[in-house]
């Protein structure tokens, strides 16, 4: 057993004598087997020694095997490269023999190969000394159909002898044949001439048409020569009667021109196309010269008319109706000749055909179409003060919730109209310059009619007159149907303007403008609930928080708020055409009741610890109801989306923080410190005393709490706290007797969430220093400064809002861009009004209306996918 065991260990992979023998001999009294367990080793040995001998002599057996078979190899090898040779050289003697064989007949052959060129050489040359024999009597007797047979067999005769010039006699023959040559051509050119000059065409016309197959013979060149001197016969005339210093020659009499030449084209096929073979395209050529020499006396008459010298401009109405008249013309030319246009017979070649007359005369009016584009200019701009004064809604028509301005409609058809002439004009620069001047036309319809309609106009009381719904409804509609149809409008030139000019045209930023607009009239509709709920908010602030003794189910000001919003809010969403729209509507609903209730805390003070916890329940009750906001129209079951649910919790969530910190008692000091640590976690010291402020703290006991805050937030654990917490940075806490009874301050809260004019205009009942002017001033100051809030503040977010969406612009900071909003510093805020919109460039308008379109038709494609330029689009 132990031998067996002994054996097993060692054949181990892993084998271990140490742990082996530690295993063997593990108690003393196993020593006495030692001699045994020495002998199982030796023998082991002896049998692996054994084993091994074997092996090497097995193996050695085997390598002198192997190296006798290679060396029979190497043998065999050698035997077949002396076979390989062996029968090379057979093979090269057996070429010899063979070589010797034939020699004689290989000479054999090439004799009657020279006796055959020799017979054939001298053959043609009989031939040719008699065709040209024949040809010189046939050319003086004016035989030219006979002529044309011979000068072809003339020619291709001659053709074979170009070797053979130097012998003189061939070197002769060869001169002769070129003067008969000459001498047709110019005979054939003079019969040609006196029978025109005569006036003999009818009766020579058979001699003429058998006089063109001469000059067939003759080459390409005798027919061009032939049919450049016919067409210069024909329109010699023409040249001089419409020369351009002549009155004739004006662009008034340009439709004389044309007649002129459709009068030739038909003597042409009347008298003269018998003349000319079809294949010569005579009439073609023709048409050619009288085009080239139409456009050279229109580049000269239009630079002419170009550098007058009393300074007045071309007749934009002559110009159009001459360039039409060329173009109408060009087309019927086109159509004459479109069975013998030049076109590739290569069926395989994508090549698009050519248009040889396309442009053939019209190209002398491109540089000339700035005239028209400029009138088109004009007349636009004629068109805007008429739409900017024209109300929303006809009074003869009536209201439907998807019913567009009729300005905006007439505005794209007047542009479809003036594009497709434009494109029969001119598809480089003149239809890229157009498409600019679309485009800046749009812009200015954005934002001088659509956005002129959202302002609030001056009433002289507060609020100021707001839109109407219907009319915020049409604003949207519109917006949203240039939204989509600039896009189109893009497409469409695009795919008819010359390729190097296609990436100069972009209408995207129009697009996103109109979107802009629409996310403003989102917001203007938004005000609506904002002006239905001051009576609520004014309930709110009336109340004494700091009087509260226990709280209640809910605040007697929240019920009668909730059923304002609703109300309104339902009326509205009917309107709404757009899942995107109503989603859009909601969140600015929500976000408009978030930053309220926040602005409405600073003037609540005092807020005892009661009145906070009351403000807790009652904005959990209007959580819960805000919620349910989508649900207002459509069926009962439909379900609230999950994205929504998320952010309005995100976003109503954002007063607690706030309020949990108001909720803490002053007593013991280090409670409330705690607490603000805790919950608003910030450094400041200008925050913490916006708490104590908020709690009625008296000023004279702010110095020890805030040396005890000092102390607390320089402990290591709140080492990581920022500066300054956003949500009380822009909250301004004003003195109790302040006759500003609402203002809103929380440019800086959920920056990119929260309304843009609804916080500088949240309330109504604005006295002393408030001048509620507009809320399109307030819309145009959001656009100049909102888009650079948004990008500065949504990094800095709190916790509870950075999850959510950025729906709307961000808000406007009250006193117009610049103001308080984002001061920590700020105490106080004394409002001026908003900022003057007649201080801002149009530039900067559309620029940021762009901006903010983009962020909305962001949010707007998360909504319901790909929105505007998609199949609802479409």
């Known amino acids: 057993m132990a031998e067996t065991e002994l054996q097993s260990s060692l054949d181990a992979a892993g084998y271990d004598p140490i742990n082996h023998l530690n295993v063997i001999f593990s108690h003393p009294s196993t020593l006495s087997s030692v001699h045994k367990a020495s002998r199982t080793l030796r023998v082991y040995q002896d049998d692996l020694d054994e084993e091994i001998a074997g092996l090497v002599r097995s193996q050695s057996a085997a390598d002198i095997d192997s190296i006798q078979r290679i060396q029979a190899a190497k043998q065999d090898l050698a035997e077949l490269f002396k076979k390989i040779g062996s029968v090379q050289e057979r093979a090269t003697q057996t070429e010899q023999a063979i070589t010797d064989m034939t020699a004689e007949i290989k000479r054999l052959d090439s004799t009657k190969r020279n006796l055959t060129l020799s017979m054939t050489a001298l053959k043609r040359l009989q031939m040719l000394t008699t065709a040209y024999e024949q040809l010189q009597g046939l050319s003086s007797s004016r035989q030219y159909r006979e002529s044309a047979q011979l000068l072809q067999a003339v020619i291709q005769l001659m053709a074979h002898f170009k070797t053979y010039r130097s012998i003189d006699q061939i070197a002769i023959l060869s001169r002769n044949v070129s003067d008969v040559q000459r001498e047709l051509l110019e005979q054939v050119c003079e019969d040609f001439e006196l029978t025109f000059a005569k006036s003999e065409v009818a009766q020579k016309r058979g001699m003429l048409s058998e006089a063109c197959l001469v000059m067939d013979a003759l080459g390409d060149n005798a027919r061009s020569r032939l049919i450049t001197w016919y067409c210069n016969t024909q329109l010699r005339e023409y040249r001089q009667v419409f020369r351009g210093s002549d ?178 004009l001119s598809t480089g620069t003149r239809l890229a310059e157009l498409t600019k001047i679309f485009a800046r036309y749009l812009d200015q319809y954005a934002q001088q009619v659509l956005l002129h309609y959202l302002s609030e106009k001056p009433s002289g009381a507060t609020p100021s007159r707001i839109p109407s719904i219907q009319d915020t409804i049409l604003v949207l509609n519109t917006a949203d149907y240039c939204y989509t149809t600039s896009a189109q409008l893009e497409e469409r030139i695009k795919s008819r303007i010359d390729e190097v000019q296609r990436d100069n045209v972009n209408l995207q930023n129009q697009a996103d403008t109109f979107m802009g607009v629409a996310s403003a009239a989102i917001r203007c509709l938004v005000r609506r609930v904002e002006v239905d709920l001051e009576p609520s908010w004014r309930e709110m602030k009336n109340t004494g928080w700091s009087k509260l003794q226990t709280v209640g189910d809910q605040s007697t000001y929240v019920g009668e708020l909730l059923n304002r919003i609703k109300a309104r809010a339902k009326e509205i969403m009917e309107l709404l055409h757009k899942s995107q729209y109503i989603r859009a509507f909601c969140d600015n609903i929500v976000d408009m009741v978030a930053n309220t209730y926040m602005a409405n805390i600073a003037y609540c003070k005092p807020i005892s610890e009661v009145g906070a916890e009351q403000m807790l329940l009652d904005t959990a009750i209007l959580t819960t109801s805000l919620l349910k906001l989508p649900s207002l129209i459509g069926p009962k079951d439909t379900p609230i989306p999950a994205s929504f649910t998320k952010r309005a919790s995100s976003t109503l969530a954002r007063p607690q923080p706030l309020l949990k910190t108001l909720q803490v008692r002053p007593s013991p000091p280090e409670s409330l410190v705690q607490a603000y640590l805790l919950h608003i976690g910030d450094k400041s010291d200008t925050n913490f005393r916006k708490i104590l402020d908020l709690k009625g703290i008296p000023r004279k006991d702010h110095g020890q709490l805030l040396e005890l805050f000092a102390a607390h937030r320089a402990s290591p654990r709140f080492a990581d706290l920022p500066a300054q917490n956003t949500l009380l940075t822009s909250i301004i806490t004003l003195p109790s007797n302040s006759n500003i009874s609402s203002v809103s301050s929380f440019a800086g809260v959920g920056a990119g969430m929260a309304n843009t004019a609804t916080n500088a205009l949240s309330t109504a009942n604005l006295q002393a220093k408030f001048d509620a002017s507009s809320l399109g001033n307030a819309l145009i100051s959001a656009a100049r400064d909102g888009v650079d809030r948004l990008k500065d503040q949504s990094s800095s977010l709190s916790g509870s809002a950075s999850g959510s969406r950025a729906v709307s612009p961000p808000p406007l900071p009250p006193g117009g861009p610049g103001g308080a909003g984002g001061n920590s510093g700020v105490s106080e805020l004394s409002i001026s009004g908003v900022a003057d919109s007649s201080n801002i460039t149009t530039g900067n308008v559309n620029q940021n209306l762009r901006n903010l379109g983009k962020f909305f038709r962001r949010d707007l494609n998360s909504f319901s996918g790909r929105f505007g330029r998609g199949e609802e689009g479409k």
């Not at 009288?290 to 006396?297: K, L, N």
């Not at 479109?338 to 053939?360: G, K, Q």
């Not at 179409?369 to 003060?385: F, G, M, N, R, T």
């Open 247 to 424: 009155e004739a020659g004006s662009l008034d009499n340009i439709s004389r021109r044309y007649s002129w030449f459709k009068r030739m084209l038909k003597t042409y096929d009347d008298q003269h196309a018998a003349i000319f073979p079809g294949y010569w395209h005579v009439d073609e050529a023709l048409a050619n010269a009288f085009c080239e020499g139409t456009r050279d006396d229109f580049k000269d008459i239009l630079a002419k008319s170009a550098r007058r010298a009393d300074g007045q401009t071309m007749d934009v109405n002559l110009l159009l109706s001459c360039l039409q008249e060329s173009l109408d013309f060009e087309h019927a030319l086109e159509r004459k000749f479109s069975n013998t246009s030049r076109v590739s017979m290569d069926t395989i070649s994508s090549e698009p055909p050519i248009a040889p007359f396309a442009h053939a005369i019209s190209e002398a009016f491109e540089p000339y179409l700035y005239i028209w584009v400029e009138a088109q200019d004009k007349q636009l701009a004629s068109l805007l003060p008429k739409y900017r004064t024209a109300p929303p809604l006809p009074p003869d028509e009536e209201f439907h919730s998807q019913m567009v301005i009729s300005s905006s409609t007439e505005l794209f058809t007047f542009y479809r109209q003036i594009f497709a002439q434009c494109a029969k």
